[in-house]
């Protein structure tokens, strides 16, 4: 089993890979008070998929061995259920989130091209404080307060998709969000 500071060199050097629209990740937040969250991608969701079982107990879990095992054999149960067509993508988060309980919450896993197009809340979101952030007339009290919370009809409105030509602001963007 890999220890914690293995498992911490291990997702740094994961977190230096910049996506592109077909690339895999996915966005974690860490279970301690502070809550310092942040994306990690992958260019095949294989690679994505045994990091989550393999690097994220022993990186977050700050506890026994027992623990961390117990972690990820609960993990590695999940995401074999969703690779044989067992579970969907919103099942396998909320069954990883079971298994990392206390160490870290996973928010969202998706592609690239999710992220900067999809009709998902969280993508929204994060497309809606992008355009906030390069806004150049004042940003309206309802841009400001949008969360995964608001209407349909408010994330569509202000989670525009990210044009081709802002894909490398929007990388950068994504790589501060959450810290």
Partial sequence: MMSEGE?????????????????????????????IGGFT????????????????????????????????????EHISKHELGESTMDQLIGDLNEGLKGASEIQWIGTFG????????????????????????????EHEMIDVYSSPNLLKRYGTPVKEAEFEDFKEFLIGWGL
């Fill in 114 to 141: 999710d992220m900067v197009s999809a009709p998902i809340p969280f993508c929204q979101v994060l497309r809606a404080k992008f355009h906030a952030d390069r806004s150049e007339s004042p940003v309206d009290e």
């Fill in 7 to 35: 498992a911490l060199d291990v997702w740094a050097e994961a977190n230096e890979f910049i996506p592109e629209t077909a690339d895999w990740g996915f966005f974690s937040v860490d279970e301690n008070p502070v809550g």
């Fill in 41 to 76: 991608w992958f260019p095949k969701k294989a690679a994505m998929l045994k990091f989550l079982w393999e690097i994220i107990p022993p990186a977050m879990a700050n506890d026994t061995d027992a623990a961390v095992r117990r972690m990820s054999k609960i993990c590695r």
